[in-house]
């Protein structure tokens, strides 16, 4: 496969096996290490970066020298159909899911903006996999809604990276659509196509069954067992369905941008009756040939393309095939032209187929009798506050003004233990009053917590930041998770 690959890259380096004298390139083509590209230097003035929502991409860059590039990418969270009659609460990068296209050269500075608008009710951020650096960004660009984050970085690696939000509970952001995709071209760019499009699929979580209808709640116990209950491409059934059908004429060559955002699945890509003539596997540099699936990992890409030779309805699916007659993942691909009657000759149908835990140390283990000590049960608390409360209350338990309340010194929390787990275990929202502060925001459940964790957890709580309190016990958890119903969408 790399041989393959490697044939046209050192016909474009001017590197041909033949002894004569090759002349001096005078610019650089194919792509470069990530060493040479860290030392390239931007030339002009910083450059608005235009970025597309799917299924469109940016034009390709026909810039020969590296360029400082100013992305402005704004968070919201919208309410959208995700198919017909099924409306879900979206969290996206620019309004639609997958996040708006970004299309950069190799050796490009970028100057990264992330806003969160002051309507949203979530903290997030972003982890670009074209990023070289701790988090993808995701440590720099942590953001509260109605505040903005500016980091920078270098593209130093050629290919097509996914990025998404990385703030805790990191699985449900990603399930609820947050991921796009950034291409970074080796200078002098992909080979010269008729169509580029932007397709990318993601799995989804819904109280209500598939094609239920009404406002449906995510729901985290289905996302742990990985039983989605909707696979789709480009954020909606029917995305890519009839007049929205991808579209391209006879004789032309498609290149597909496919990314995969997950959270869980790994989608079998595949568009019925296409062979595909290249597939950049995992969105790499190097091509392989005559492909009719190709696997796109949750997290990654691939780039895939094919001429288009007999006119149709063409069906990109996953090829996990109950997904695309039962979870929805159908796209088309309409081509218009004359036949080709050696090629394909058959009568043809059209529409046929429509039918956080990251704790570093271990925790404590607990002594004969299964019970911590109060010491113990803070230890364990602190390590499970610091990766799934502290994203929005902060480490120091001093939360964000406005936006989320204190823990610090909390009247609501200190005057009533019982309701406090039970904010913990059953979320809420609606105004609030913290300290004779007013909030009125959204705090989802903290379901997938175990009785031991919330116990630990609000021990841990109740005793630091400048608090004094008792202990909470894993049978206090209990008795109010069992007299309180569980919200829609709640783990078990
Ligand atoms: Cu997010």
Redesign the pocket.
Known sequence: MSSLGLIPLLALLGCAPTPAPTPTPTKPVGPLTATEAAKLEPVGDPVDLEITSAPHVPPPITRDTPAKLVINLEVKEVQKAISDGVDYVQ?TFGGDVPGRFIRVRQGDSVEFHLNNHPDNK?P?NIDLHAVTGPGGGAASSFTAPGHSSQFSFKALNPGLYVYH?A?APVGM?IANG?YGLILVEPPGGLPKVDREYYVMQGDFYTVGKYREKGLQPFDMQKAIEENATYVLFNGSEGSLVGDKALTAKVGETVRLFVGNGGPNLVSSFHVIGEIFDRVYTEGGSNFQENVQTTLVPAGGSAIVEFKVDVPGTYILVDHSIFRTFNKGALGMLKVEGPDDKPVYSGKEIDDVYLADKAASTAPPVPAAGGVLSKDDQIKAGGLLFAGTCSTCHQADGKGIEGVFPPLAGSDFLLGDVERAIGVVVNGRSGPITVNGKDYNSVMPPMSNLNDDEVANILTYVTNSFGNSGGVVTAEQVKKVRASTPRPPGAAH
Request: charged share 0%; glycine share 0%; proline share 0%.
């Open positions: 969290w979530m997030h939000c703030t952001h947050m």
